[in-house]
């Protein structure tokens, strides 16, 4: 039997992996026996800890994602507008980093999967309790936060997964920390105005 320490490492290591090499070569040459390899691990293992190459892939995508997590943290709202404007440059940091969920958040466009579709209704879960609690500080109408936070969430999303394929946005170059820094400057601003 395998200690659950263990187990809890092995599928650290197979989700690594999984991202390493969606980085490496992409989504759509991935494999199950690539993923195998580069962790060291027979592909037994992945079909025991995660039934298939799909149940990895959701792995790495519940345990990167940033709206699926963001509200398992603690955090001080007390002063609101500091607040979200931490949050949305962590947003934009966090995935303009992680190449492999950019591709894997492109490749999500174009598919209805099941474990995608879970992905989607916790992402919509957190978003809705996020709105209501950032209202509640802000004291804000939760339609107009709603929407607001749609537009900021798919606006830094779009052109983080856009910076592979194209250096400017508008006159702004968001394949630098210079257009992105501007980017967050414009997101300040635009909280500055919208929360009195």
Known sequence: MIKERDRQQSEEKLINAVGELIEEIGFEKLG???VAKKAGFSKNLIYRYFESLDGL??????KHDFWVNVLAEQADMSDIKSYL???FRRQIIDFRSNIALKRLRRWELSTDKDFVVELRAQREKNGVQFI???SQFAKMN???LGAISALLN???TYLAMFED???MYNGIDIRSNEGWEQIAKGIDLLID????
Do not use: F, R
């Not at 892939?57 to 519940?62: F, G, L, N, V, W």
């Not at 105005?193 to 009195?196: P, W």
């Open 154 to 156: 798919a606006g830094i």
């Open 57 to 62: 892939i959701y792995a790495y995508m519940k």
């Open 85 to 87: 404007k931490k949050l």
């Open 32 to 34: 199950i026996n690539q």
């Open 165 to 167: 394929n194209c250096q």
């Open 193 to 196: 105005t919208m929360i009195k």
């Open 132 to 134: 209501e609690t950032v």
């Open 142 to 144: 939760k339609e107009e």
